[in-house]
């Protein structure tokens, strides 16, 4: 058994193997590369699923490390390491299944492109350093592939970078995050500072006996806007939506199923830091409530259909932080699990539509979708309805333990706002559907069913998103949260009125789409028109890229024209005006050489004085004072 | 031995000219490798007296704080020869001052003399001032300009230095009884508090000026956009480093106490350097002046490394001098090979040059984002074990300066985006990608940039070795106890 668990950093190791290959070797033979990469993650989730497998029969509490020394000094240390616990086990799981369905469908989907081996390099690299993340057993390990994946989706983001939109989505990505990692590093150092170690299991131990709130407090914010650039919350929310720039399996892997959540995990993993200090626990739950509420409400009238699903995602992590800040993290990671399947699947869907219409991402123009793409669009409603939180799908389970969890610990607030957000989620989920894949556009009349090599994947993942669910049903005793639960937390009995209000929210969210968009019973351009003020601040995003770029280009850009200025002018101008004053004066004085002997040899005679003078007094104050 | 070989045998002269630096590059890896860490201090050492009535030795050793920076030096010293391999004016004169500049450079991290590390220095002026001002450009500057700017900042800068090292050297002599011109030695004395602020202040006024501190950085981006790329290279990458270094070795070593007083100013103009040289590098359009400005900002990290007087802090700002210099050197090789083809540096004229030179777009990338502190990369070493060490001294001033990786993401993206990507331009059709030996500064400075931030142990052990054992020879109670 210790074999398989002290190995576990081949898990992460193999796709960074098959990257450097593919670098240095594969790059001319695409389907070589395409292998490689593949074969490498195929090993890392059958490994880890092995792992998964002894985690999950163990006793729960069971945890094993390992690591070696990386940097290290008096005073600072920092390790690679591997921490294997039920949390890192389920993630590794999710991440390599996702990864490893992902870039199968990837070979279909991307085929014929002239970048197909750099593709799948991204993809290794980013499988590689997600796993490193997951297994991370210290902080300044986690900063490191923290960093590294924000680096994939940044490379993978502007893959093809010949579109002026690519590159732009993918600096805006990485500079947004870069505000984000600016407070979390700076919460990195302050525990480095603090405790001397960044090394998970020695700092909770540590944190026992450590109540300074006044210091915990600004700890717990700073390391908390770490999550809020990775997992995109308000107000770094921004960078996300344009991420959909790159290839769809992209966006299905790194920024729905797997990237986007690693804020979420780094809740769950410093949930010991966080759940001491409650005023930073009512801030997280805010502000993932209020993210969960914001991009719901901007999906509702989105209509690029993967836009849909990034607000979508947005919403949904908001809703895995709110859970995580209220202090229900089993809730919160069981959703995560969840959620990776089914939005995946839905991304993954969304590509094979994209894909049979060439490129097409405007819901209105699609239509007919359902007669022509059969596989595609069953699966997609599957992953809609797991989405909506329909029973018994995966969702509605997770969902629901989120809700109960705002519902017993008294956050009533936010258990209604979280139950909007569900009515709305179903709402434009069913909306996007209707229009999509049952509406009346023209494009989707000449669309295909996508190849085996795509729809096989996308079974998969149906197959999990309604399955998933189970593993933290109270149905079955809540397998999940016997293993993965914060220590003391409050364990809540099942709730069977919760459960019927949540449920009868999402049926009615889809039946009001299906009202409005499929029998037209309510025109959806009379609401438009009703109220189109709403309808353009929703649509515009609330304006905020607007007034980000304003910002941007007034302080930022500003400074630097103002400061370039000051360089030129006045620093700059310093040192020329003093050349140019040595130079008039060596023209004042070569009036002096006048060629005349006696004038020298004065200037001699004085020279001579002067620098006697000046080394007697030297020698004076250096040598007797 | 290049000014003995033919004119008209250029190829020779190449040759000749990587041969020797790659014997060099050899050689300072055979230091690297041999030096013995259990054993720490001065090992490989040359001892030669030399002018008996002033103290002076040629006395030659390494120890770890300068085997990284011998190893940068001749790690770029090598692929600044292939940098410039193209060179086809005056080849022979080209390549005799490159090598005496690595020479000169080389001697002063080697010196354990403070005249010959010194004198070593002032070797160093010489070939740099006539490499620019015959084989630069002129842009924004003439390079006429550029070289006498260099030239006389770097004077100005010695001139002071050399008041500090009379007066430091009238002064141990009345202790000491005899003459002496020994770092060792002369680190041994416990010199009045006064005085060593008075001498401190003028080694910062010196070094500081080479290490382009705020506000004596003038000279630094305008310099680096007139000289040649090789000079761009070597300045950027190691020459510059020579100040982190006096300011480590002979400031702080010999007068702890100096340091300690002087050490808030210094650290306040370090933040002026990180944020403000940031800040006017992202207004800058020529690619030359974007490295030169962000390379002023990134030694605000280095100075408030030594600052903050620590050894965590000090090793950072070793391991940064390291990382800084191999990522501008990448830098500026690629910059100077793709002005070379295209004749301009102008961002705004580029455009998508990752469809036609993709080995070239690898190499700008690759300095970029060590530029930008990407971990797995040698400088975030250097960032993340400096703001270790600065926090626990400097709180806020260390929250500016870690504010400057969010700088440097914005400009160094800009940049890369606006040069390497967006729609291909078909005016650059015609540009060939890095071939044969322009692919030398690529591997070479690449692995190194690698090769230090996958494992950063390799580098880390030897000089905190080499701190350690600097600050434990320091008089732990003149330094306060900030340890």
Same mark, same amino acid.
């Given at each position: 058994m210790f074999d398989l668990f002290s190995g576990s950093w081949i898990i992460a190791a193999l796709p960074f193997a098959a990257f450097a290959l593919i670098g240095l070797f594969l790059h001319r033979w695409p389907r070589a590369a395409a292998t490689t990469s593949i074969l490498a993650i195929a090993l890392s989730a059958l490994w880890s699923i092995l792992i998964a497998i002894q985690v999950f029969t163990a006793a729960p509490g069971q945890v094993f490390t390992a690591a070696v020394r990386w940097l290290e000094m008096p005073g600072l240390r920092v390790d690679m390491g591997v921490l294997i616990d039920p949390l890192s086990a389920v993630m590794l799981l999710v991440v390599t299944i996702v990864a490893l369905l992902v870039q199968i469908y990837s070979l279909g989907y991307m085929e014929g492109d002239p970048g197909? /081996?750099?593709?799948?390099?991204?993809? /290794?690299?980013?499988?590689? /350093?997600?796993?490193?993340?997951?297994?991370?057993?210290?902080?300044?390990?986690?900063?490191?592939?923290?960093?590294?994946?924000?680096?994939?989706s940044y490379l993978l983001i502007g893959f093809w970078f010949g579109r002026d939109s690519a590159k732009e989505a993918a600096?805006?990505?990485?500079?947004?995050? #870069?505000?984000?990692?600016?407070?979390?590093?700076?919460?990195?150092?302050?525990?480095?500072?603090?405790?001397?170690?960044?090394?998970?299991?020695?700092?909770?131990?540590?944190?026992?006996?450590?109540?300074? %709130?006044?210091?915990?407090?600004?700890?717990?914010?700073?390391?908390?806007? +770490?999550?809020?650039g990775k997992s995109a919350q308000f107000p770094l929310h921004v960078w996300l939506p344009d991420a959909m720039e790159g290839p769809t399996p992209v966006s299905a892997l790194i920024h729905a199923a797997t990237m986007v959540a690693a804020g979420v995990y780094l809740l769950a993993r410093a949930f010991f830091i966080f759940s001491a200090v409650p005023q930073a626990m009512y801030f997280i739950a805010a502000a993932g409530g209020f993210t969960a509420l914001f991009a719901a409400s901007i999906a509702l009238v989105q209509i690029d259909i993967k836009r849909i699903l990034a607000y979508s995602t947005l919403s949904q992590l908001g809703y895995m932080v709110m859970a995580m800040g209220i202090g229900a993290m089993t809730a919160g990671m069981f959703h995560l699990m969840t959620h990776a399947f089914f939005k995946s699947l839905l991304f993954l869907g969304a590509g094979s539509v994209i894909h049979a219409l060439h490129g097409e991402q405007d819901i209105w123009k699609m239509g007919h979708l359902s007669e022509k793409m059969p596989v595609t669009t069953w699966t997609f409603v599957i992953g809609a309805l797991a989405l909506a939180g329909i029973p018994p799908l995966s969702g509605f389970w997770s969902k629901d333990e989120i809700l109960l969890g705002a519902f017993s610990s008294g956050h009533l607030f936010l258990y209604a706002l979280g139950s909007l957000v569900a009515f709305m989620t179903a709402f434009y989920m069913f909306r996007l559907i209707f229009v999509a894949f049952f509406g009346s556009g023209t494009e989707g009349r000449h669309a295909h069913e996508s190849p085996p090599v795509m729809?096989?994947?996308?079974?998969?993942?149906?197959?999990?998103?309604?399955?998933?669910?189970?593993? =933290?049903s109270p149905l079955t005793g809540n397998v999940f949260g016997h293993y993965i639960n914060a220590p003391g937390a409050a364990h809540h009995e099942m709730n069977i009125a919760i459960m019927a209000v949540s449920s009868l929210l999402a049926v009615g969210g889809i039946l009001l789409a299906w009202l409005i968009y499929q029998k037209g019973i309510i025109s959806h351009q009379e609401l438009r028109?009703?109220?189109?003020?709403?309808?353009?601040?929703?649509?515009?995003?609330?304006?905020?890229?607007? %007034?980000?770029? #304003?910002?941007?280009?007034?302080?930022?850009?500003? /400074?630097?024209?103002?400061?370039?200025?000051?360089?030129?002018?006045?620093?700059?101008?310093?040192?020329?005006?003093?050349?140019?004053?040595? +130079?008039?004066?060596?023209?004042?004085l070569s009036y002096t050489e006048n060629g005349q002997v006696q004038t020298y040899a004065l200037y001699v005679f004085t020279g001579a004085v002067v620098i006697l003078v000046g080394a007697v007094l030297a020698v004076y104050y250096t040598v007797l004072a | 031995m290049i000014m003995l070989t033919p004119r008209s045998n250029e190829k020779l002269i190449r040759y000749i000219a990587a041969v020797s630096t790659f014997i060099s590059l050899i050689?300072?890896?055979?230091?690297?490798?041999?030096?013995?860490?259990?054993?720490?201090? $001065?090992?490989?050492?040359?001892?030669?007296?030399?002018?008996?009535?002033?103290?002076?030795?040629?006395?030659?050793?390494?120890?770890?704080?300068?085997?990284? %920076?011998?190893?940068?030096?001749?790690?770029?010293?090598?692929?600044?020869?292939?940098?410039s391999w193209h060179t086809e004016e005056r080849v022979q004169e080209f390549f005799s001052l490159l090598l005496l500049l690595i020479a000169g450079v080389m001697g002063t991290f080697l010196a354990t003399d403070l005249f010959i590390f010194f004198l070593f220095y002032e070797v160093v002026v010489v070939p740099i001032y006539i490499l620019v001002i015959v084989f630069g450009s002129s842009k924004r500057v003439t390079k006429e300009y550029a070289a006498m700017k260099l030239t006389i900042y770097l004077l100005i800068g010695s001139a002071f230095l050399l008041v500090g090292l009379i007066a430091l050297f009238v002064k141990s002599q009345s202790m000491l009884g005899y003459p002496s011109m020994d770092i060792a030695t002369l680190a041994m004395l416990q010199y009045p508090v006064e005085f060593q602020v008075f001498v401190f202040v003028l080694m910062t006024l010196g070094f500081g000026t080479l290490l382009s501190m705020f506000p004596f950085h003038a000279w630094s981006p305008d310099g680096y956009a007139g000289a040649p790329t090789a000079v761009s290279m070597i300045h950027a990458g190691v020459l510059k480093k020579i100040g982190g270094y006096g300011l480590i070795r002979v400031g702080i070593f010999i007068l702890p106490a100096g340091a300690k007083m002087i050490a808030p100013i210094i650290a306040i103009l370090a933040i002026a350097n990180v944020v403000y040289a940031a800040f006017v590098t992202l207004n800058q359009k020529d690619l030359k002046y974007i490295v030169g400005y962000s390379s002023?900002?990134?030694?605000?990290?280095?100075?408030?490394?030594?600052?903050?007087?620590?050894?965590i802090? !000090?090793? +950072?700002?070793?391991?940064?001098?390291?990382? *800084?210099?191999?990522?501008?050197?990448?830098?500026?090789? $690629?910059? +100077?090979?793709?002005?070379?083809?295209?004749?301009?540096?102008?961002?705004?004229?580029?455009? =998508?040059?990752? *469809?036609?030179?993709?080995?070239?777009?690898?190499? %700008?990338?690759?300095?970029? !984002?060590a530029s930008l502190g990407l971990p797995g990369l040698v400088n975030f070493i250097g960032e993340f074990t400096i703001f270790v060490g600065a926090f626990s001294e400097y709180k806020v001033l260390t929250?500016?300066?870690?504010?400057?990786?969010?700088?440097?993401?914005?400009?160094?993206? #800009?940049?890369?985006?606006?040069?390497?990507?967006?729609?291909?331009?078909?005016?650059?059709?015609?540009?060939?990608? !890095?071939?044969?030996?322009?692919?030398?500064? !690529?591997?070479?400075?690449?692995?190194?940039?690698i090769i230090g931030g996958v494992l950063p142990f390799t580098v880390m052990d030897l000089i905190n070795g080499g701190v350690g054992q600097l600050l434990a020879s320091t008089n732990l109670v003149q330094l306060g106890g900030s340890f």
């Open positions: 197909v /081996s750099s593709y799948f390099a991204y993809q /290794s690299i980013f499988a590689g /350093s997600m796993l490193g993340l997951v297994l991370s057993s210290n902080f300044g390990q986690l900063f490191v592939f923290w960093e590294l994946v924000g680096l994939c600096k805006k990505a990485f500079i947004t995050n #870069r505000v984000g990692d600016f407070g979390f590093l700076l919460g990195i150092l302050a525990l480095a500072v603090l405790f001397g170690n960044l090394d998970y299991q020695q700092l909770s131990i540590r944190l026992e006996d450590y109540h300074n %709130l006044a210091v915990l407090l600004p700890i717990a914010l700073l390391l908390f806007a +770490g999550p809020v729809t096989g994947p996308l079974l998969i993942l149906a197959v999990l998103s309604v399955v998933a669910g189970f593993a =933290g028109q009703r109220f189109s003020s709403i309808y353009e601040i929703l649509y515009h995003k609330y304006y905020i890229d607007e %007034l980000y770029a #304003r910002l941007v280009a007034v302080f930022i850009d500003g /400074s630097a024209r103002v400061l370039e200025w000051v360089d030129l002018k006045i620093v700059n101008g310093l040192v020329n005006g003093l050349a140019g004053f040595t +130079g008039w004066s060596g023209k004042q | 050689l300072s890896l055979a230091v690297f490798f041999g030096y013995d860490q259990s054993v720490k201090g $001065m090992q490989f050492v040359e001892y030669v007296p030399w002018i008996k009535d002033l103290g002076v030795s040629f006395a030659l050793g390494v120890d770890g704080i300068s085997i990284p %920076l011998l190893l940068l030096t001749n790690l770029i010293g090598f692929s600044a020869v292939y940098a002023v900002s990134h030694m605000g990290y280095v100075l408030i490394g030594i600052a903050a007087l620590n050894l802090s !000090l090793n +950072g700002a070793v391991m940064m001098m390291f990382a *800084h210099g191999v990522m501008a050197a990448l830098f500026f090789a $690629m910059i +100077g090979n793709l002005y070379h083809k295209s004749h301009t540096r102008n961002v705004a004229d580029f455009g =998508g040059l990752a *469809h036609q030179m993709p080995r070239l777009a690898t190499g %700008l990338m690759l300095a970029g !984002l929250v500016i300066a870690v504010s400057g990786i969010v700088l440097t993401a914005v400009y160094i993206l #800009r940049t890369l985006g606006d040069v390497l990507f967006g729609p291909r331009k078909e005016e650059w059709d015609h540009l060939q990608d !890095l071939r044969g030996v322009e692919m030398v500064p !690529l591997v070479v400075l690449g692995l190194a940039i």
